[in-house]
């Protein structure tokens, strides 16, 4: 059962790189979102998809893209890193139907930006 | 603006001794209310929807009750494999399915 799978697990970057976190899920969920995670602050939704070419804005989308070719992929691309997105990031995926609030978790990328 | 707060920060317990974790809330009306469990350098894991005020939710020794203002996760006789942190997540009826509001989360540490 490998469910909701985020690479790297860890990355260094410096200001100014570009990079792209990796989400992928063999649930055939419609469903996907990017949170990042702070000391002190609740997760916070960045993007998320509804389903494959369907994406939508959350709390905290500057500086990051999403797509959605299909149902298994969102990866995150951060344009031009900055110390401000030194974070967690956790990718999300949930089902359609009665069950699509319950949302699934990956491991976690974690990511500092120097 | 949708809120979430949860207390303690922080909870040292026992292993045998019960208590219950706080999650207060302010939503423009709510579709529902989640408890998620993340141990440390893992992803959150579901845990509990509730949907109602009067609703209760159990799961070994974890019960979760809501009211119109608050929701409580209740610990009965916690073993040392229940420390993890707990968060509360609050979904407004009319935003989108996807927008969860969390809190901070409880960190709970149950010793031998």
């Known amino acids: 059962n490998a469910g909701v799978t985020q690479t790297p697990k860890f990355q260094v970057l410096k200001t100014g790189q570009s990079m792209t976190l990796q989400c992928a899920q063999d649930m055939n969920h419609e469903y996907m979102s990017w949170y990042r995670q702070d000391p002190g602050m609740g997760l916070r939704l960045i993007h998320y998809s509804v389903g494959a070419g369907i994406t939508d804005q959350g709390e905290v989308p500057n500086g990051y893209n999403v797509s959605r070719s299909t149902t298994e992929d969102f990866p995150l691309r951060l344009l031009s890193a900055a110390p401000s997105q030194t974070s967690v990031y956790f990718c999300a995926s949930s089902p359609g139907g009665l069950a699509k609030n319950i949302q699934y978790f990956g491991a976690g990328t974690r990511l500092s930006v120097l | 603006e949708d809120q979430v707060t949860q207390s303690p920060e922080a909870l040292r317990l026992q292993e045998g001794e019960s208590s219950s974790l706080n999650c207060s809330y302010t939503v423009s009306g709510l579709r529902g209310l989640f408890w998620y469990r993340q141990d440390p350098g893992k992803g959150p894991e579901f845990l509990f929807t509730?949907?109602?005020a009067g609703e209760e939710k159990e799961k070994e020794r974890l019960k979760a009750t809501l009211t119109k203002k608050e929701s409580f996760l209740h610990i009965t006789a916690p073993k040392p494999e229940d420390s993890a942190t707990y968060l509360c997540a609050v979904q407004a009826r009319d935003t989108g399915f996807q927008k969860l509001v969390f809190g901070t989360g409880t960190r709970l540490l149950v010793s031998p």
């Open positions: 509730l949907y109602s």
